[in-house]
Nanobody, 122 residues
Framework: QVQLVESGGGLVQAGGSLKLSCAASGSIFTINFMGWYRQPPGKQRELVAAVPSGGTTNYADSVKGRFTISRDNAKNTVYLQMNSLKPEDTAVYYC????????????????WGQGTQVTVSS
């Protein structure tokens, strides 16, 4: 099995910054995709930022220029640096990873973290 553990959420004032971390552990051969999603209260989950293995990062339009995603492959960890936070960034943030578990297994599997709350006050 694979576990994703997020950390770094909290309460911050508008204009402030937070950095989220997500560490993957367990049966991991390679991680193809790592990304962050968020689910605001009463709304659907949406992609915030993604960093494919060896590919270019991509961001939701609403966070471009304010959020930066990065990954440390040696630590199987993905980060989300969030600057200039706005009240509309308030949501539960989820880490997601597409994992290939063994070298003899071609299939990949998607895993989710438990979520971390980010609240931005005005």
């Amino acid at each position: 099995q694979v576990q994703l553990v997020e950390s770094g959420g909290g309460l911050v004032q508008a204009g402030g910054s937070l950095k989220l971390s997500c560490a993957a552990s367990g049966s991991i051969f390679t991680i193809n995709f790592m990304g962050w999603y968020r689910q605001p209260p009463g709304k659907q989950r949406e992609l915030v930022a993604a960093v494919p293995s060896g590919g270019t990062t991509n961001y939701a339009d609403s966070v471009k220029g304010r959020f930066t995603i990065s990954r440390d492959n040696a630590k199987n960890t993905v980060y989300l640096q969030m600057n200039s936070l706005k009240p509309e960034d308030t949501a539960v943030y989820y880490c997601n990873a597409e994992v290939r578990r063994r070298p003899d297994e071609k299939s990949t599997f998607r895993y989710w973290g438990q979520g971390t709350q980010v609240t931005v006050s005005s």
